[in-house]
Every structure is written in C-alpha cells, then in structure tokens.
C-alpha cells in the first residue's frame, strides 16, 4: 500500500505539541548516531506523539498549521518520529532498513495520520515532494542510515525552519559519504541521482543546470571545522566555473545502522 486512504480521526486528548518528540530527540547524538536503546526506554514518549498524528495533520487541521512552515515543519517531524518507531519495533535485531526486503521498511507498514493512512513512501512522495518544492526535503528526511540524512537532536520548528533545512543541507553534503571530491571526479551519493529532478528544478537554470549548482550552494567556504573537508573553491577550481569540467561518479549509500551502540562483529 503506497498511496492516501482514508482512516477515522481520533478525539485528541491534548492539544498538539512537539513536547514528547523533543524529548526523545535527546538521545541523538552530537554525529547524528541515535541511542536506539534509549529511544526504546523512552517507547511510551515516542508513541505518545506518533499517537497525536492521527488526530493532527495540516490536512484535517489547518487552523493548527495555518503557514507553510507550520506544515511543512509538522511533516517533516512526522516522518522523522515515525522512522524512529519502526526502527525501535525491531531494533536490536534490525542491523539495517534494507532488511528483510528491499525497500519495504519504506513502504510495507502505514500509520493513521490525520484521518489517511499512510506509508513512508507516501508521505514522502504523495505528501512532501508534491506540496513542497523544496528539495532540500530529501537532506532533512531521516532515513536510519549511515549513507543518509542524520537527527539533529532537535524537531523542526516553523519559526527556525529556513535556517534548519540549510543546516541539514551542510550537514549532509559536508560528510564524505556523500559528497567527495577526488581530482577532477566528484562522487556523490545516489541520493542526488534518485532526485535529480528535484534538485534540478529548484536552480535558477531549472533543468538545464547542474546537480553540482546545488551542492556548491552547502559546502563550506573554509574547512575551520572540519579539517580536511572539500570547499566551495575545491569543487571551483576541479570543475570550473560553470561545474561542468568534471566527472560525476553516483556512490552507493550507506545502509548501516546509525546506532550509538558498539555492535559485535558477526561471525
């Protein structure tokens, strides 16, 4: 089930809030890896907000989130804490989201949100990419892997969100695991294939740019930070000017768990 059915609203016993996730988001840690067992502890918290979705939605309810940024924000958050339960539902034994099947971590289980039933999948698909022209979505999403979008420790707030999804973006172009530049080739994580058309739409060229434009726009101008690091003026002068003097190589993601936790090694 990959699409947006319909489910009964339950009655809300509070009004909306963020409290609970935020409160959960205290065991990200400051890499992105989360304490899953924490998390776990933690379980009636986390159900607690999953359980106020299904009452709250700028779909059901959009004098709760009358802006943009209040429902974008809210979305985001959702599927966020709702990656986080699934993991949970099978952590310590799930060692990656590509387990048992390919892609069903995504698409096999759906949740009540505001009066629709809807997978990951959806959300992200049918919800995010067709009312929010914003690519910059695909760098914020959760994905409980390594190779992808990391926690920050804190939920996306309405009022910070600009700021917030600019902070995703560094974050995830700044790690090497998904972007890397090496001579005149720069390796990207398929993310950016998978994608590309929305990353495309979103430059000033639309299509006729270059995926380059947009991972330009979140490197750092200097490595002060984090040493070593590939900057604006790297990708420059390896690409030239324009970005098209270099070769694009699409790297496999990285499914691995980001567990906090030491795991042994299996025999």
Known sequence: MQGLLPARVPSPATPFSYHDYEKVLRHVRPDGDVDFA?????????????DSLASFSPHNRP???????????????????LVLQQVVDGYPYLETVQQPMLGRFFWGRSWTVGGERLT???????????????????????QAARGGP?????????????????????????????????????????????????????????RGGNVLQFVWAFLPDTCEERPGCDTRSDLDRACGPRLDQCRIAFMARDWTLPDAAARPARP
């Open 38 to 50: 924490s998390v776990g502890r933690e379980r009636k918290t986390l159900d607690g907000f999953v």
């Open 120 to 142: 990951l999948w959806a959300l992200h698909n049918r919800v995010l990419r067709r009312e929010f022209a914003d690519p910059r979505i695909h760098l914020a999403l959760f």
């Open 63 to 81: 004098d709760v989130f009358p802006t943009p940024e209040d429902a974008l924000a809210y979305w985001l958050n959702a599927y966020n804490a």
């Open 150 to 206: 990391r926690l920050d420790g804190s939920h996306f707030q309405p009022e910070f969100l600009d700021s917030q999804l600019n902070e995703a973006g560094r974050r995830f172009v700044g790690d090497r695991r998904n972007v890397r530049l090496e001579r005149d080739t720069v390796y990207l994580t398929s993310l950016f294939e998978e994608y590309s058309e929305d990353f495309l739409a979103a430059l000033p060229e639309g």
